[in-house]
């Protein structure tokens, strides 16, 4: 099960009540306040981990609270600070805040630790409020609350290429076959259900990661479909590789397939029509030549970079994978500028 969304509530420890005391010691006439500090509350902290892929684990535990900072006691004596709380999630979580939707915390790499509750400060006890006009002060503060917030969390997958196109495009094959993610390949629509992601190595200490997403279909923005679900996980892909099946099974149209899932793309908007993008025709070993024909005229009149291959018999992979690497280089160099 894939889990790409979660609401969750987070608390701060409190800080510990101030303490109101005095010193009662024998042979000392005059004792003095001796009321210590309350602890400070605990933070909540969420930290990225490579050791986990959804969300999953937020539909069980949704409340997390850090400790309670420890009451001050006599002798000066402070409470115990509140043990902080580190919460895991998966690279690529963004959280934001539920009641507004600001972004809080971004996480895209593996180990970073974010704060993302303050534990509340503890309260002074009466041995703080000794002066030289008040020797006696009986005024304690209490802890002050934690912060607390209701977060939404999101995951989006971190890929370097993200595969596009209908279902049955050939997508789940292509990756199976250039790495070692194994998704359910079948024939008929939606087998991808869950976004999968591929390491793709290419010759030596060379390598790159794909994402294939579940099929698009029209009207996958609005809610068609899978679509609207994962589309949000190629935000963050840097090139997307768009399939499109010229087999007689495929689009009697493949130049229409490609605008429908341009137009997807546009509606959901986040930059997404935007990014830089290879058009492969997919299925070659069984293409059918007049749409194989039409979709190769297509790609040169929008200037398109166009591949032809097969998952199934390898012919023109190697090539694409080429493309992908150059592709990928020249992007990282814009980037640079």
Not at 83 to 92: A, C, K, M, S, T
Not at 252 to 268: N, S
């Amino acid at each position: 099960m894939f889990v790409d969304q979660a609401k969750i509530y987070v608390k701060a420890g409190d800080g510990g009540n101030g303490c109101l005391a005095f010193r009662r010691e024998k042979f000392v006439p005059r004792g003095g306040p001796s009321g210590g500090n309350g602890g400070k509350g605990g933070d909540v902290y969420f930290r990225s981990t490579e050791h986990l892929n959804t969300l999953q684990a937020f539909k069980f535990q949704q409340h997390f609270t850090a400790g309670r900072g420890a009451h001050g006691s006599g002798n000066k004596r402070q409470g115990k600070d509140g043990e902080d709380l580190y919460v895991d999630v998966p690279v690529g979580t963004q959280a934001y805040d539920a009641e507004n939707e600001r972004l809080v915390a971004d996480f895209g790499a593996d180990g970073q630790v974010q704060k993302l509750a303050r534990g509340g400060r503890g309260g002074r006890g009466n041995a703080a409020f000794a002066t030289s006009t008040n020797q006696a002060p009986r005024r304690v503060e209490e802890g002050l609350p934690g912060e607390s917030f209701t977060l939404r969390l999101e995951l989006k997958v971190l890929a370097d290429v993200g595969l596009i196109g209908f279902p049955n495009a050939g997508k789940s094959t292509l990756i199976s076959t250039i790495s070692g993610a194994r998704p359910k390949v079948a024939d008929y629509p939606f087998t991808t259900l869950t976004p999968h992601l591929g390491v793709v190595t290419y010759e030596q200490f060379r390598s790159f990661v794909v994402a294939d997403i579940p099929g698009l279909i029209k009207g996958a923005h609005a809610g068609s479909g899978l679509g609207d679900q994962f589309l949000r996980h190629i935000e963050r892909c840097r090139l997307l590789l768009h399939l499109i099946d010229v087999s007689a099974l495929g689009p009697e149209d493949p130049a229409e397939a490609w605008k429908t899932i341009d137009r997807e793309l546009r509606h959901y908007g986040s930059g997404l029509a935007k990014k830089p993008q290879i058009v492969a025709a997919a299925k070659l070993d069984s293409a059918d030549p007049d749409r194989l024909k039409r979709i190769a005229a297509f790609c040169r009149r929008r200037r398109l970079p166009y591949f032809q291959m097969s998952a199934a018999s390898g012919e023109g992979v190697a090539k694409l994978k080429r493309a992908i690497v150059d592709k990928l280089a020249e992007v990282a160099s814009e980037v640079g500028r």
